[in-house]
């Protein structure tokens, strides 16, 4: 959910003030510290951050109307990990010259994958 609410919110800044171009090539002429990456990304695409945020609170709500269901705690958990470890490596992976589908996939790849490391953690954490 996260990543689509920011794909939806950095379409919308892209077409506004091309947000995510400048924001490349800005992040690109100051080199690949995470600083600059996330003062950038704050700064030339907005609507994409709120876009995420929405998205992980979209995924909350669902986690919350459905707590008394088995297992839905374990994989909203799940998600938010793996979402979470997976961004920072997507921002890096955004300066990099890869076109925006292959960055989209590979961010959402690396997501599932440690959303999934997440839930089998959590399974051999209760066996």
């Known amino acids: 959910m996260s990543p689509a609410g920011a794909l939806i919110g950095g379409t919308i800044?892209?077409?506004?003030?091309?947000?995510?171009?400048?924001?490349?090539?800005?992040?690109?002429?100051a080199g690949y510290?995470?600083?600059?990456?996330?003062?950038?990304?704050?700064?030339?695409?907005?609507?994409?951050?709120?876009g995420a945020l929405l998205g992980a609170l979209l995924v909350q709500g669902v986690a919350f109307s459905s707590r008394h269901r088995l297992g839905s705690v374990d994989d909203c958990l799940a998600a938010h990990a793996g979402c979470a470890l997976a961004?920072?490596?997507g921002l890096i992976l955004c300066v990099v010259s890869l076109p925006v589908a292959v960055m989209l996939v590979a961010e959402i790849a690396l997501a599932v994958a440690a959303a999934s490391v997440v839930l089998r953690t959590r399974a051999a954490?209760?066996?």
């Open 13 to 29: 800044d892209e077409r506004a003030r091309l947000g995510f171009t400048i924001w490349k090539s800005a992040c690109r002429a």
């Open 33 to 50: 510290s995470m600083a600059s990456v996330i003062s950038f990304t704050l700064q030339l695409l907005p609507n994409a951050v709120v």
């Open 87 to 89: 961004m920072p490596v």
């Open 125 to 127: 954490a209760r066996a």
